[in-house]
């Protein structure tokens, strides 16, 4: 078992940045892929942006590229999704998400059913 616990997440001007961290215990992520998703109110959860486990790998949704960066510290056990330049339509529930690394991550890696492990989400709200 893998339990996630995010942080960082908060009320936010449009154009301004938060660093949110996904810090884990149980087990070593240095076997895990990691992803980011997010769920505003009524909509369906997103992918946002994911990491392989040893950073050689990094993806993006169109959204938020060139915005959002991913990064990990499998030393510390956390990852990290440092947002700049928000806007209102990056309001959500922000969650980070462990995969079993395989090869067949390469291809799912926006696919949230694919993800073992989750966190309980942080909120980030951007007002304009």
């Known amino acids: 078992q893998v339990q996630l616990v995010e942080s960082g997440g908060g009320l936010v001007q449009t154009g301004g940045s938060l660093r949110l961290s996904c810090a884990a215990s149980?087990?070593?992520?240095?076997?895990?892929?990691m992803g980011w998703f997010r769920q505003a109110p009524g909509k369906e959860r997103e992918f946002v942006a994911a990491i392989s486990w040893n950073s050689g790998n990094t993806y993006y949704a169109d959204s938020v590229k060139g915005r959002f960066t991913i990064s990990r510290d499998n030393a510390k056990n956390t990852v990290y999704l440092q947002m700049n330049s928000l806007k209102p339509e990056d309001t959500a529930v922000y969650y980070c998400a462990a995969d079993w690394m395989g090869s067949r991550w390469y291809d799912t890696y926006d696919t949230d059913s694919e993800y073992d492990y989750w966190g309980q989400g942080t909120q980030v709200t951007v007002s304009s």
């Open positions: 149980r087990r070593t992520l240095g076997h895990y892929a």
